[in-house]
Every structure is written in structure tokens, then in C-alpha cells.
């Protein structure tokens, strides 16, 4: 007999006179080769849907179990037992391709105790470690309930272990044959272990035992983690043509849906993880290929899922979304070519689908650009649209946008623009917004976006990226300018905030790049004299944030007007004496970067306008003069410096100017001393003081007319030596150059003094402990030998004498100087003090 209806009807007969029984009470007792003829009999007649009649097929599983048990127990040839259990998987798995109905309740404890005897994880071979894991999950996806004599525990403890037996399997093999055989296993028992989980938790309202919720709490999570962290990645890449597709995705979607209704399921996160691994798309096009059954699963695994995913951006409830979801999809044509079109008309879900699977991948590739124009034509322009529709619509449009080289070629595309942005810009934005940069990219690209709605867009980024600007940068100008406008006012609190930290981002994007600097400095010059006016002592945030951008970036030009209007608006603010100590110094440093500007433009309009200010000056004066040194004194003092050197270049006359005392100077060089920035620019200051011209000019000393006054000087002159003494090579060779500045300011205005100043045992020490003479040095040494020499009566030193005086130990010194200059090439240090030593041979 060589049909299949002939077999069937003989496999009927067996059935219908108890062979099958006779079979399976014989096999128990014979020998091994029987039990291999009758197993060879079970394989044939378990391809026929008569052997699963009359209880026939359960027959013959429990005998082999009973067999199985047996042999396992005795530790007999475990090639027999090898057979046993592949006959058992083949009746088993045969009934669900046959799609009979196999009723397993008789056989579900045998099966249970058999699996936990053979203890999966220590059987020697794949092959029975992957049928006797299937044998399990069969019967467990098929236990419609369970006997309260279950022992519900140790089912737990072995769907643990087959779990654990497959996942050792799948990442420690190295056959893909083996590796993609566990995988599939490894899903079915994920499959099965979800659904006996979920038949726990409607147990559990009749108080199950602390310690099983415990246990299946555990199980519920090591499956929750094996779908995440090992079969979701593989899947997405993996070959499955080798196995039963629909058997596998059968399991796969079904493990899913369960995993939606487990309590120990972070819903949120799988959702996430399924959208970022491509899953929304994969699975839509798989409800084309598959059985309505399957279909329909799939359709409301995609309903959880973007359920899950929109419960935060749209206004709708969860569980309405879903159904709303379900439907729609379940009317979704079943071929793929038609969803372009379907998307014209509505396709709402559809759209939301891609919406999702772009925001996870970055694909937009189901619907074309054309049908989305073709959808934003018929939105409706003066009635209220849903956050469903015109929110994924807009980024997915946007995103296909860009996708195209020439998007304004396509039929009605610019109809379609400016139709979105009329009907968003009398919408709250904010409903419609999707924090993505491909929006933001679109928006600064798109020449028909109105700058009302690109303010609005821009300002949703920066809150929602809390200031994070990197990603906008190509689009420079704009970034800036809109930051610079939002910062100069107007703007709720939070977004200023924002922007005053994307500002800060954009200082540190712009540092290493010369020429994206020189852009946004030229954007920053101009808009400053507005943001510095709109300065407000009880919020100065976000001029503190423009004044950090403007006082490190310069761009290569400038117009003046804008130099001399933020000039004006500096002092206004400093005049205002605002107490914040940080923010006072990114005042006086732009203060001082401002005169820069405007002298190298030849413009002497700042510096007017600083030095005909007395109260400014005076300000200058407590900041920098202040006994608590700090980084405001220090600018302060650079200031004041650089006033009476600009002063000096442009010949501008001051009318009052701040008049300082000779205490004043050696308080400052004091309080300094801590300090080595503010002591050079407390040295600096001095020498420029004492170089400067009484008439006109804006800093003055008063003139040295008492006895106490002359006490200063010696002091000053003293704590000069001093600071030389305790300093770094560069504050000693300033110091020298002060030193000069101070003999000859001495010999002009304190001339009884220079004897005094030119013996002091603190010139001899400096020298002494001098270890390389610089060219500084040499002026000093030159200068304090010339007024020596007009000051004092020193005696050449005569050979006969019992000892040297200390001033001629110094020309001593002074003569192995001479040496070291002209073996290091200084010769015209050399020359000139080795002239001024000559005057006392």
C-alpha cells in the first residue's frame, strides 16, 4: 500500500482494535531490538491524524515515558533511551503540525517528572537536551489548568534549568546549525515558562505560598532577561530559513504577548528595545506572510507595543490607543504595495508605526514621500487635529524630506509645507513637537518654515535638550543669533535658562575651530550692546553667559558703532556696583577688551568716555585698591593700567582725573604679595603711574611733599626688593624693570632720597642672589650704578686695604656677571654694564 489514505485507514484499524495498546503493554516487558520495532512503528504511525484517535497516541507516549523512566533509572544504553525520547518529541510535535487535538492532561505530571529526572543541564547530548526541553514546553502550552496536587515549585526549578541548558547551548557552541537549534528551543521554553507564569498569577488571588510567587517572580525575570539580552538581538539578524518559521514566530510573538501581561515585565524598556531592534517593521511586513491566526497575534503584539511607546506623547489613554491600534491594523491591507496608498487617504497607524520604528532605527523607507503630501493635503485646516495624526506626521515628513535631493519636485510638495506649517503655527506647537534632530534639521533647512515657527522649534530643542546645541551647529547662524535673542530677553525663564547653557556648550564647540570662532564672534559682537542693555542687577545670568562667549572669541572685524555702544552700556553696569564678584570681573575684562578694540580701530571715542568718568575711575580705584585681592582687583588694576596707556597713545585730556597717594601704591604692592597676577599687574600699573603726565591725565600721583611721603617711597622701593627676592624669574625681571621706573620717578620728584636708595644693603642682596642676569637686570644694575656713581663719594678700591666694603664686593660680582653675558652672546648687555663698571676702576 502506497497511499496515504490507504495507510491512514490501516492506522485506523490498529487504533480501532487495541493494537497500539497491546503494543505498548508488550514493549515493557521485551527486550531492546522489540522496543526498536515498535518505536520504528510509532514513527510511521505518528504522521497519520488516526493514531491520535482513541487516545492512541497518549497510549503510546505514556508507555515510552514509563520505558524512558526506567532505563534512565537503571543507567542502561543510553542510545536506547536516545530513541525513546525522540519518538516521544515526534508524536508530540507531529500533533501540533497535524493541528489534532492531543489531550496531554493524563500525560502532564509523567512528563514533568521525566524532564526533572533527566536533569537537562548534565545529559551528555544537544540533540536530547533540545527534544526533551520541547517534549516540556508542549505540555506546558497545552495544560489548559492544573491539578491542585501540582507541584507547582518544581516546575518552576525545571523551566529554570531548560532555560538555562539552552542558553549554555546557544553562547558557548560554536555550530550555527546548533547555536540557531537552541535558539529556537531556548524561545519555545520562554514561550511555555511565560504562559505557567501567568496561570500562577491567577492563582495567586487565592493566596499561593510566599515562597512559589517568589520562585515565579524569579522565573517570570529570567525570562523577561533571556528575551532581552539574547533572543531579541539574535533574531533580528539571524537565518532562520533552516527551521519551522511558524512554529518559531509562533512562540516568538506569543512569549511577547505574555510578557505584556507579567507583573515583573518593565513594558516600557521591551518595547523600546523591540523598536530599536527594527522589530515595528519586521513585524508588519511578517503579517503579510503568515497565518491569519499568527496575524492576528502579531497585530496585537504591535497594539502593546506602540500603546506602550505613545502613552507619553499622546493625549489619548493606553488602553483606548490600543484598541484604537488593533483594529486598524487588522484593516491594514496584506499587501505591502498598497500601504503607500492606504497612507493617503488616512493611515494613521500605519504612520504611527513609522513614526516609532524611525525614532528607533533611523529607517524611513515604507511609504513614500509622495503619499505623505498626498495625506498632508487632505488635513483639514481650520478644525483641531489629533496629536495622533499630525504629531508622527510631522517628523515622518520632515525625515522624508530630507531624504530626498530635490523634494520640490515632487507634485505638490511646497503646498503641502506651507499647509503643515500654517495649520502648527496656530497649534501649541509643543503638543505636535518630537524632540529629534532630523525636525530640527528640516526646520533650519527648509526655506518655507516661517521664523515664528522655527523660533518655537528651536526653543522646544533647547528645553527638552536641556541646552545641548552640538547637534544644531551646522546650522551656525541661526543657532546663535536665535540664542543671543532669546538670552537679550522676553523669553520665559526656562528657556533662557536653556540657552544661556547652550551658549556654554557652544564655547567649548567653538574653541578648537578658527573659523566657526571668527562666525560666532561676529554674531556675539553684534548683538552684545543689547544684551548688556538689557542688564537687571537681580538676574544677570544671561549677560554673565554672553560676556564669558564675547570675552574669549573676537572676530577679525568689527564695526566700531557696536564697540563704543557696548562701551557705554559696560560703564552703566559698573556704575550700578552690582555685588556678584565673578560678574563684575567678565565686566571690567570686556571693559578692558572693548578699549582694545577700539584702539586698534584708531578709534579714541572708549577711551574718552572711561577717562572723563570720574565716578567709573573711582570705581576702578576701591575694586582695585581693595585689601580682599581677588580676581576683580586683578582686573580692575589691568584696567586702570591700560587706561593710562591708551590715554598716553591717543593724547585725550581728562578733566578730573582719580588722583592716587604714594601709600596707596605700597598698600596695593602689600595686599598683593599673595598673589603673583596681581603682583605683576600691580607693578605694571605702578610703572605706568609713574611714567605718566600730570597734565590731562586720568591717573595721577600726588606730588611727594612730606617726610611721610618719602617714607612711602623707601618702602615701596624695599618691598620691590622683596618680591624679587620671593618671586619666579619672569615677576623678578618686571620687578627690575619697576626698580628703574621707581630710581628715575626718585631722582625726578624725591631727589634727597637717591643717596639713601642707591646704599640700601637690599640692592646688594638682590644682587647677590641674582643666578641669571637678564637684559632687565642689566638696566637695573646700569641705572642704579649711574645714580651711584651721581650720588654717592665711593672710594676706589685700594689693593692695600685689609678688606673690601660690601659695594665693592658688588663690583666684584657685577664683573663675574660680566663673564656669563659674553659667554651667552648677550653683547650689548655686556658692553653696556661692563661701560658702567668702568666708572668706578
Not at 565716578?615 to 576683580?632: D, P
Request: hydrophobic letters at 40%; a negative charge.
Amino acid at each position: 500500500m502506497t497511499g496515504d489514505s490507504e495507510r491512514g485507514v490501516v492506522v485506523q484499524e490498529l487504533v480501532k482494535f487495541d493494537v497500539i495498546s497491546t503494543m505498548c503493554d508488550v514493549m515493557q516487558t521485551s527486550d531492546e531490538d522489540f522496543v526498536k520495532i515498535v518505536l520504528e512503528c510509532f514513527d510511521i504511525l505518528s504522521n497519520y491524524k488516526e493514531f491520535y484517535e482513541n487516545r492512541a497516541a497518549i497510549l503510546a507516549v505514556q508507555a515510552m515515558l514509563r520505558l524512558c523512566y526506567c532505563i534512565n533509572k537503571s543507567l542502561k544504553d543510553l542510545t536506547l533511551l536516545e530513541k525513546l525520547v525522540q519518538s516521544i518529541w515526534d508524536v508530540l510535535v507531529r500533533s501540533l503540525k497535524l493541528n489534532v487535538n492531543l489531550d496531554t492532561d493524563c500525560i502532564f505530571q509523567q512528563v514533568v517528572f521525566f524532564v526533572k529526572n533527566l536533569n537537562l543541564q548534565n545529559l551528555p547530548k544537544n540533540k536530547l537536551k533540545f527534544a526533551a526541553a520541547t517534549i516540556l514546553n508542549i505540555v506546558l502550552q497545552k495544560q489548559a489548568v492544573l491539578d491542585e496536587n501540582t507541584d507547582v515549585e518544581m516546575i518552576i526549578d525545571i523551566c529554570h534549568n531548560a532555560l538555562k541548558s539552552m542558553i549554555q547551548i546557544f553562547k558557548y557552541n560554536d555550530d550555527d546549525d546548533i547555536i540557531l537549534i537552541a535558539a529556537d528551543t531556548l524561545c519555545s521554553t520562554c514561550a511555555s515558562s511565560s504562559r505557567f507564569c501567568l496561570m500562577q498569577d491567577v492563582k495567586e488571588q487565592s493566596q499561593v505560598e510566599l515562597k512559589t510567587c517568589e520562585k515565579k517572580d524569579d522565573l517570570e525575570i529570567y525570562v523577561y532577561d533571556t528575551m532581552m539580552d539574547i533572543l531579541i538581538p539574535y533574531i533580528k539578524t539571524a537565518n532562520l530559513s533552516r527551521i519551522d518559521l511558524n512554529g518559531f514566530y509562533r512562540n516568538f510573538i506569543f512569549c511577547l504577548n505574555n510578557m505584556y501581561q507579567m507583573k515583573n515585565c518593565n513594558k516600557d524598556n521591551l518595547s523600546n528595545h523591540l523598536t530599536n531592534n527594527g522589530y515595528l517593521k519586521h513585524f508588519l511586513y511578517l503579517t503579510t506572510k503568515i497565518s491569519e491566526n499568527l496575524r492576528r497575534s502579531i497585530c496585537i503584539l504591535l497594539s502593546r507595543v506602540l500603546s506602550i511607546l505613545g502613552k507619553t506623547a499622546f493625549s489619548i489613554e493606553t488602553e483606548k490607543l490600543a484598541n484604537s491600534l488593533h483594529q486598524s491594523l487588522l484593516e491594514l491591507p496584506k499587501d505591502s504595495s498598497k500601504w503607500s496608498e492606504a497612507s493617503k487617504k488616512d493611515g494613521t497607524t500605519l504612520i504611527i508605526l513609522l513614526y516609532y520604528h524611525f525614532l528607533g532605527t533611523q529607517e524611513c523607507d515604507v511609504v513614500s514621500l509622495e503619499s505623505l503630501v498626498a495625506r498632508i493635503m487632505i488635513l483639514p485646516k481650520s478644525m483641531p487635529i489629533s496629536d495622533l495624526i499630525l504629531k508622527p506626521l510631522w517628523l515622518i515628513f520632515a525625515a522624508a524630506s530630507l531624504s530626498q535631493p530635490h523634494p520640490n519636485l515632487i507634485y505638490q510638495y511646497e503646498n503641502a509645507v506651507n499647509r503643515l506649517t500654517s495649520i502648527l503655527q496656530h497649534s501649541e506647537v509643543s503638543e505636535y513637537y518630537t524632540h529629534h534632530i532630523d525636525l530640527l534639521r528640516y526646520c533650519l533647512k527648509c526655506p518655507n518654515i516661517s521664523p515664528d515657527l522655527l523660533k518655537s522649534v528651536l526653543n522646544l530643542w533647547l528645553i527638552e535638550s536641556d541646552g545641548d546645541i552640538k547637534p544644531l551647529i551646522f546650522c551656525c547662524d541661526k543657532i546663535v543669533q536665535h540664542l543671543l535673542i532669546v538670552i537679550h530677553g522676553g523669553y520665559p525663564k526656562p528657556i533662557v535658562d536653556a540657552a544661556v547653557k547652550g551658549l556654554r556648550h557652544l564655547m567649548q564647540i567653538v574653541k578648537d575651530d578658527e573659523q566657526l570662532t571668527d562666525q560666532v564672534a561676529n554674531i556675539m559682537w553684534r548683538i552684545l550692546p543689547d544684551i548688556l542693555a538689557s542688564y537687571h542687577s537681580d538676574d544677570v545670568v544671561h549677560v554673565e553667559t554672553a560676556l564669558e562667549l564675547a570675552n574669549n572669541i573676537r572676530p577679525s572685524t568689527i564695526p566700531v558703532a557696536f564697540v563704543i555702544r557696548s562701551a557705554y552700556n559696560i560703564i552703566n553696569i559698573i556704575l550700578k556696583k552690582n555685588v556678584d564678584l565673578t560678574f563684575m570681573t567678565l565686566i571690567l575684562s570686556q571693559a578692558y577688551i572693548l578699549l582694545e578694540a577700539a584702539m586698534s580701530c584708531k578709534s579714541f571715542e572708549v577711551i574718552e568716555a572711561y577717562i572723563n568718568n570720574l565716578w567709573l575711575l573711582k570705581q576702578l580705584y576701591q575694586y582695585g585698591f581693595s585689601k580682599q585681592r581677588s580676581e576683580l582687583s586683578t582686573a580692575s588694576i589691568k584696567l586702570l593700567t591700560f587706561i593710562i596707556y591708551c590715554q598716553k597713545e591717543s593724547s585725550v585730556q581728562c578733566q578730573k582725573p582719580l588722583t592716587i597717594q604714594i601709600k596707596n601704591l605700597v598698600e596695593l604692592l602689600t595686599y598683593a604679595r599673595e598673589s603673583p597676577g596681581c603682583i605683576i599687574n600691580g607693578i605694571q600699573f605702578i610703572c605706568k603711574l609713574l611714567t605718566s603726565n600730570d597734565d590731562g591725565s586720568a591717573v595721577i600721583l600726588q606730588n611727594i611733599a612730606t617726610d611721610v611721603d618719602d617714607m612711602y617711597l623707601i618702602n615701596l622701593y624695599e618691598i620691590h626688593h622683596t618680591i624679587h627676592a620671593q618671586g619666579h624669574p619672569l615677576t623678578q625681571d618686571i620687578i627690575c624693570q619697576s626698580l628703574v621706573t621707581l630710581l628715575r620717578f626718585c631722582n625726578d620728584k624725591a631727589a634727597k632720597l637717591m643717596s639713601y636708595l642707591c646704599t640700601v644693603m637690599s640692592t646688594y642682596d638682590l644682587i647677590f642672589s641674582t643666578q641669571h642676569p637678564s637684559c632687565h637686570f642689566v638696566e637695573f644694575v646700569t641705572t642704579w650704578l649711574h645714580y651711584r656713581k651721581a650720588n654717592c663719594n665711593d672710594i676706589p678700591w685700594n689693593p692695600k686695604a685689609l678688606f673690601k666694603t660690601p659695594f665693592d664686593e658688588v663690583l666684584d660680582k657685577l664683573k663675574e656677571y660680566l663673564k656669563i653675558l659674553n659667554n651667552k652672546g648677550m653683547k650689548d648687555d655686556y658692553l653696556i654694564l661692563k661701560i658702567s663698571l668702568s666708572a668706578f676702576e
